[in-house]
């Protein structure tokens, strides 16, 4: 519930800042920070969540973190200053962070093996589910009651994740050892190094890039600072890491993956909604269409942990996963001009089939390969892998946004300069289409000049249209190779000794021998 909770958040803000910008009555560049704020902090705190679940407890963070995320969610509506308002999504991106990690890792620790295929399809459900929900809900709340219920959906949903944290959670002492404790400074280093190189990215198609200084000087500054990590990590060991035993293959080839996923979600968060979003479509008219991912993934993830409990090789319902997605991409792949959401229902649900398989093959192979690469026998190693894969995901995740919007906007210039190049004024072609219009336009424009002037506005409408329509079919076939990357790291993944039903059955042998003892 936690890693939906902050997917729902961040997903609500993200269609919500036009609302928000005219609420506050912000310019456009102003605006463009408000999203960051949340997401940047959240890459922030990323480093620092996992060593603090382990030195503190899971209970008390999560607990003083949810009371927090609470409280600035249901006061957020009634901020009326632009600087209190990045304030208080940072505070919120900060507390908010601690959930994905936390949970998860308190579930893979505590719940038997036979049933933690379940475990992690309700996590994909929830997670994936959170993101396709979004447009539609947020319609609702739009049309239905007002703007301020982005920020109060959360604030009444955390409660109920409060309520299974107090009751689910043992509380827990503190970790504290003899001799000298683990130094946090190289951790502020990494956590400020990433979430300088997450705002460049996050802001770089805005900023035109190395064109701009800023943009210049949060890449510098934030590599500066992962070096400086790196120096101190090597200068003087930290006890709660050991990056050495990250350098094996499945490990490496699983963080590809990780980010290859994320960036195939793309297809739903980003592609269908702005090619339905070129048209004029609103919130309301494109969550239909995104909400078909959502509508099969409980099901599909159920099936997907009864096929690992089947003694299935995890890599095959990863590879599976995969597959539908890159089929989904390919049909989506005929996209043209006049298509609306109800020609997306079809595909995307196809897509929800493949995100779930997908979803709960990497997971479940990330598991296992923390359990036989030997993670749980040093706090250091399943400490380490966590936070490797839990960085992977944010900032993976924001690689692919950042390649995904600069290729949107590049391939775009470049369909929009190509079909332009068979519209030229003098063109028969050109000069006969703009007579029609004008003709069309005529009857409710105040004269000729007015009705042509209208005419040529339309005739360049189409064209945008057009460029969009080639540049978003490009897209889904990017897509579409990254799932076939995918499927060749998957190839290259070793076979790993066992999988869930062995050890299920192994874990269920053992607790049988200690009952007869």
Request: hydrophobic share 55%; net charge positive.
């Amino acid at each position: 519930m936690g890693a939906a909770i902050v997917t729902l958040a961040g997903r609500m803000l993200t269609l919500g800042l036009d609302d928000l910008k005219g609420h506050l009555g912000i310019s456009y560049d102003d605006g463009a920070w408000i999203g960051s704020a949340f997401n940047v902090a959240l890459m922030f705190i990323g480093p620092f969540t996992v060593y603090l679940g382990a030195l503190m407890g899971p209970r008390r963070i999560l607990l003083f973190a949810a009371s927090a995320f609470t409280l600035i969610s249901a006061f957020l509506p009634f901020i009326h200053s632009y600087g209190l308002l990045i304030v208080a999504l940072v505070l919120a991106g900060i507390s908010s962070g601690t959930f994905y990690p936390l949970t998860l890792t308190f579930a893979l620790r505590n719940i038997p093996l036979r049933f933690l295929p379940f475990t992690l399809a309700l996590y994909a459900t929830f997670v994936d589910g959170a993101v396709n929900i979004a447009p539609t809900l947020y319609g609702w709340y739009r049309d239905h009651l007002s703007w301020q219920w982005m920020f109060w959906n959360s604030a009444l949903i955390t409660p109920l994740m409060m309520l299974c944290i107090y009751y689910g959670i043992p509380a827990s002492t503190s970790n504290r050892k003899s001799g000298p404790g683990p130094s946090f400074a190289g951790f502020l280093y990494a956590s400020a190094g990433f979430a300088m190189l997450f705002a460049a990215l996050d802001q770089g198609e805005r900023l035109d890039w190395w064109r701009s200084g800023l943009f210049t000087a949060l890449f510098l500054c934030g590599s500066f600072l992962l070096m400086a990590s790196a120096v101190r990590r090597l200068r003087g060991p930290n006890p709660l890491v050991d990056l050495p035993y990250l350098r094996k293959r499945n490990t490496l080839l699983l963080g590809a993956g990780l980010i290859l996923f994320r960036f195939c979600l793309l297809a739903t968060i980003i592609l269908v909604p702005q090619s339905l979003g070129i048209h004029g479509f609103e919130a309301d008219q494109i969550g239909p269409a995104v909400i078909w991912t959502a509508a099969p993934q409980l099901l599909i993830a159920i099936v997907a942990a009864f096929v690992l409990l089947w003694k299935a090789d995890p890599r095959l319902v990863l590879a599976t996963g995969f597959s539908c997605m890159a089929f989904a991409a390919c049909l989506n792949a005929e996209i043209s001009s006049a298509w609306s959401a109800s020609n997306f229902y079809r595909t995307e649900l196809l897509m929800g089939v493949g995100q779930s398989f997908a979803f709960v093959g990497i997971v479940s192979t990330i598991v296992l390969q923390g359990i036989f690469s030997g993670g749980l026998s040093k706090p250091q190693w399943i400490l380490t892998f966590s936070a490797f894969f839990h960085i992977v995901r944010l900032f993976g995740g924001q690689l692919g946004v950042a390649f995904m919007g600069d290729f949107i906007a590049q391939r775009e210039k470049l369909h929009s300069n190509l079909l332009g190049l068979h519209v030229q004024a003098g063109n028969w072609i050109t000069d006969g289409n703009i007579r029609m219009l004008t003709a069309g336009m005529f009857a409710k424009s105040s004269g000729a000049a007015a009705a042509t002037g209208r005419a040529v506005s339309l005739l360049s409408e189409r064209l945008r249209l057009q460029a969009y329509t080639l540049t978003f079919i490009d897209g889904f076939h990017l897509v579409a190779w990254a799932c076939v990357l995918a499927l060749v790291l998957i190839a290259l993944l070793e076979r790993l000794p066992l999988n869930y039903g062995d050890l299920s059955g192994i874990q269920e042998q053992s607790s049988l021998l200690g009952a007869t003892k």
